[in-house]
């Protein structure tokens, strides 16, 4: 049993310091040099990351404090990447929960926590921005207090060390008025609180592999917990899948981290986070054991998906135009590339061979996912984001999840007419500081599909959302679509400013002049409910009289930028979205216009 060894996993809410307070961490330990230019908000290692500003990988570090090393585990913070959280769960020993000094503890601090409980893990609660000038620490301990209680802590567990900090400046303490000028406080509640990893290094060999990762040079790497025995460079082990069956295999090189740096050596024993490499084909949950004694571990079990959508090739008109990968074949190897690494996608064959279901927590996770295979050069049609039912003593259950919403109370009003066409029943609301109300909804999970644009609509922008799942129920009655039909291109061409003036008085538009527009291709919402077959390559027709600068005058409206998330939004169930490596269109799954119409006929199917 390793004393000097700290394997902990950092939980929280999105935006609430996590990656933060990595990098202080690591500042701090000795990582860098005095004098080194850092990122900031260095674990975050994908452009996507970077620019939607959240975690979308669990990732591993190390820190060292005094003769400890402290293996580190970043986990998202939203909702839909609760696959890497529950995860990263499994290798480590306890947890650091953060919760924010202004905010408190929010749908997903409910969710982590909630995992960490049910796993024993001991916690470590960190108010974190206590130097906010809105920060209110003292109540926001009481509702953290009150959310164990909630979940059902026990006695120990409901006995939690409490630290204040502020990450961004790199200062925690015991009370939020009195800071010490680093980390140490933290660094020690660590080394106190969270217990050594129970290890046997004596008993055979038993490691699990909980994360992978890739290396240009060594190919597919294995992160794994070893709970039992050593593993040694070039050993002979035996290798336990999913299913059951073993293979015996040869380790290549073994690796622990060290700071950043993953660092070779020629053993690993008990209680550490070990990576392997050289298993090329190697699955997540899968045990690597002792040859003479093979014994595998329990699987990793996490929660089930909760929304779905298909993923196919690209069938408009404008297909091949602007990737390179478009072809069934390379969609469904890509997708099961997918599903190696993160468990909590599920891809499902469908009737069609060039078309694939794919399942995971929510929108964000699946929308990623295509952002993901945009950026490789591939054109995909992606479809309208459904909820999954499943069969519950022959009544059909639906998820539903937790809302929360912050909104000024002028807009109060408008929250509740939104949320109640979405069959939203309210679960709780208290008034806050400085003219806000905070309410929360327990909601079917089709009722959130495209509220985050409608409430940021009613809301000017201000309103604050969240959400988390929370339990499967009986499916609820039926949720409307929006209101607004579409504005349908009945033609392919060249988007014309004369024709996008005339039809800006219809609705708002996504299409600018000379954009290429073709048969059934969305360019816009309409004002009125149904949808409108319109011309936007419509020309002015010069005479003598009138001269081509004409135009030049004229000053159209800027077209509503669509991102793939505002169009998975924003489509209706005849509507799909073309994503491409340059472009993101809306169009009707049926581009003609008179198949359509017959489609649209009672005793028709399209």
Same mark, same amino acid.
């Given at each position: 049993?390793?004393?000097?060894?700290? +394997?902990?996993?950092?939980?929280?809410?999105?935006?609430?310091?996590?990656?933060?307070?990595?990098?202080?961490?690591?500042?701090?330990?000795?990582?860098?040099?005095?004098?080194? #230019?850092?990122?900031?908000?260095?674990?975050?290692?994908?452009?996507?990351?970077?620019?939607?500003?959240?975690?979308?990988?669990?990732?591993?570090?190390?820190?060292?404090?005094?003769?400890?090393?402290?293996? =580190?585990?970043?986990?998202?913070?939203?909702?839909?990447?609760?696959?890497?959280?529950?995860?990263?769960?499994?290798?480590?020993?306890?947890?650091?929960?953060?919760?924010?000094?202004?905010?408190?503890?929010?749908?997903?601090?409910?969710?982590?926590?909630?995992?960490?409980?049910?796993?024993?893990?001991?916690?470590?609660?960190?108010?974190?921005?206590?130097?906010?000038?809105?920060?209110?620490?003292?109540?926001?301990?009481?509702?953290?207090?009150?959310?164990?209680?909630?979940?059902?802590?026990?006695?120990?567990?409901?006995?939690?060390?409490?630290?204040?900090? $502020?990450?961004?400046?790199?200062?925690?303490?015991?009370?939020?008025?009195?800071?010490?000028?680093?980390?140490?406080?933290?660094?020690?509640? %660590?080394?106190?609180?969270?217990?050594?990893? &129970?290890?046997?290094?004596?008993?055979?060999?038993?490691?699990?592999?909980?994360?992978?990762?890739?290396?240009?040079?060594?190919?597919? &790497?294995? %992160?794994?917990?070893?709970?039992?025995?050593?593993?040694?460079?070039?050993?002979?082990?035996?290798?336990?899948?999913?299913?059951?069956?073993? *293979?015996?295999?040869?380790?290549?090189?073994?690796?622990?981290?060290?700071?950043?740096?993953?660092?070779?050596?020629?053993?690993?024993?008990?209680?550490?986070?070990?990576?392997?490499?050289? @298993?090329?084909?190697? +699955?997540?949950?899968?045990?690597?054991?002792?040859?003479? #004694?093979?014994?595998?571990?329990?699987?990793?079990?996490?929660?089930?998906?909760?929304?779905?959508? *298909?993923?196919?090739?690209?069938?408009?008109? &404008? #297909?091949?135009?602007?990737?390179?990968?478009? /072809?069934?074949?390379?969609? !469904?190897?890509?997708?099961?590339?997918? *599903?190696?690494?993160?468990?909590?996608?599920?891809?499902?064959?469908?009737?069609?061979?060039?078309?694939?279901?794919?399942?995971?927590?929510?929108? @964000?996770? =699946?929308?990623? &996912?295509?952002?993901?295979?945009?950026?490789?050069?591939?054109?995909?049609?992606?479809?309208?984001?459904?909820?999954?039912?499943?069969?519950?003593?022959?009544?059909?259950?639906?998820?539903?999840?937790? =809302?929360?919403?912050?909104?000024?109370?002028?807009?109060?009003?408008? @929250?509740?007419?939104?949320?109640?066409?979405?069959?939203?029943?309210?679960?709780?609301?208290?008034?806050?500081?400085?003219?806000?109300?905070?309410? !929360?909804?327990? %909601?079917?999970?089709?009722?959130?599909?495209?509220?985050?644009?409608?409430?940021?609509?009613?809301?000017?922008?201000?309103?604050?959302?969240?959400?988390?799942?929370?339990?499967?129920?009986?499916?609820?009655?039926?949720?409307?679509?929006?209101?607004?039909?579409?504005?349908?291109?009945?033609? /392919?061409?060249?988007?014309?400013?004369?024709?996008?003036? +005339?039809?800006?008085?219809?609705?708002?538009?996504?299409?600018?002049?000379?954009?290429?527009?073709?048969?059934?291709?969305?360019?816009?919402?309409?004002?009125?409910?149904?949808?409108?077959?319109?011309?936007?390559?419509?020309?002015?027709?010069?005479? +003598?009289?009138?001269?081509? /600068?004409?135009?030049?005058?004229?000053? @159209?409206?800027?077209?509503?930028?669509?991102?793939?998330?505002?169009?998975?939004?924003?489509? *209706?169930?005849?509507?799909?979205?073309?994503?491409?490596?340059?472009?993101?269109?809306?169009?009707?799954? %049926?581009?003609?216009?008179?198949?359509?119409?017959?489609?649209?006929?009672?005793?028709?199917? $399209?």
């Amino acid at each position: 049993m390793p004393n000097e060894l700290r +394997n902990v996993a950092i939980i929280a809410h999105v935006d609430h310091g996590k990656t933060t307070l990595v990098d202080k961490l690591l500042r701090q330990s000795g990582a860098f040099r005095e004098n080194q #230019a850092i990122e900031d908000r260095i674990m975050d290692s994908m452009d996507l990351e970077r620019e939607k500003g959240i975690t979308i990988l669990a990732k591993n570090t190390s820190v060292f404090f005094e003769n400890y090393k402290i293996n =580190l585990v970043d986990t998202p913070g939203h909702a839909d990447f609760g696959g890497e959280v529950e995860r990263a769960l499994f290798m480590v020993d306890g947890v650091l929960m953060l919760v924010d000094a202004a905010e408190g503890p929010l749908p997903q601090t409910r969710f982590v926590l909630r995992k960490a409980l049910e796993r024993k893990l001991p916690v470590i609660v960190v108010i974190n921005k206590v130097d906010r000038p809105d920060s209110r620490p003292s109540e926001v301990l009481d509702e953290i207090l009150g959310l164990f209680i909630e979940l059902g802590a026990d006695e120990d567990q409901i006995e939690f060390p409490v630290i204040y900090a $502020s990450a961004k400046q790199g200062v925690a303490g015991l009370a939020a008025d009195q800071l010490e000028q680093d980390l140490t406080p933290l660094f020690r509640a %660590i080394i106190e609180t969270i217990p050594a990893p &129970l290890a046997l290094p004596d008993a055979p060999l038993q490691a699990q592999v909980t994360n992978l990762d890739a290396s240009p040079y060594l190919g597919r &790497l294995a %992160i794994c917990r070893v709970f039992a025995g050593s593993l040694k460079r070039g050993a002979s082990v035996t290798r336990i899948h999913i299913d059951g069956t073993q *293979t015996r295999i040869r380790l290549g090189e073994l690796f622990i981290t060290h700071y950043l740096e993953r660092v070779a050596v020629d053993e690993v024993a008990a209680g550490e986070l070990a990576i392997v490499a050289g @298993l090329e084909d190697v +699955n997540i949950g899968e045990t690597i054991a002792d040859s003479e #004694a093979p014994s595998a571990l329990p699987p990793l079990t996490i929660e089930e998906p909760a929304i779905s959508m *298909t993923i196919g090739v690209n069938t408009s008109p &404008l #297909a091949g135009k602007e990737g390179k990968k478009l /072809t069934a074949r390379l969609i !469904s190897s890509r997708l099961a590339q997918e *599903t190696i690494g993160n468990v909590a996608i599920k891809v499902v064959p469908t009737e069609r061979n060039d078309t694939f279901e794919v399942q995971g927590r929510g929108e @964000l996770a =699946l929308a990623v &996912l295509i952002e993901l295979m945009r950026r490789e050069g591939f054109e995909l049609t992606v479809s309208k984001p459904k909820a999954l039912t499943m069969q519950v003593d022959g009544q059909t259950f639906e998820p539903f999840e937790l =809302l929360e919403v912050d909104v000024p109370d002028e807009y109060f009003g408008s @929250l509740t007419q939104i949320v109640s066409m979405r069959r939203a029943t309210l679960d709780s609301m208290h008034q806050m500081a400085s003219g806000w109300m905070r309410a !929360s909804y327990l %909601i079917p999970s089709r009722g959130l599909l495209g509220i985050r644009s409608e409430l940021l609509s009613a809301t000017r922008g201000s309103a604050i959302i969240h959400h988390t799942f929370e339990k499967w129920g009986p499916v609820v009655g039926e949720i409307k679509p929006r209101s607004q039909g579409s504005l349908v291109s009945d033609r /392919t061409g060249v988007a014309m400013t004369y024709a996008l003036l +005339n039809l800006q008085e219809r609705g708002e538009l996504f299409v600018s002049p000379q954009d290429q527009v073709y048969e059934g291709m969305v360019i816009g919402i309409n004002a009125r409910p149904g949808d409108m077959d319109v011309n936007p390559t419509k020309e002015k027709k010069l005479t +003598n009289v009138r001269s081509s /600068t004409a135009d030049e005058l004229v000053r @159209l409206v800027p077209p509503i930028p669509l991102t793939l998330e505002s169009a998975l939004e924003l489509i *209706t169930d005849d509507e799909c979205v073309e994503v491409t490596p340059t472009q993101v269109r809306v169009r009707k799954v %049926i581009l003609e216009g008179a198949a359509r119409a017959k489609a649209r006929r009672p005793g028709q199917s $399209s």
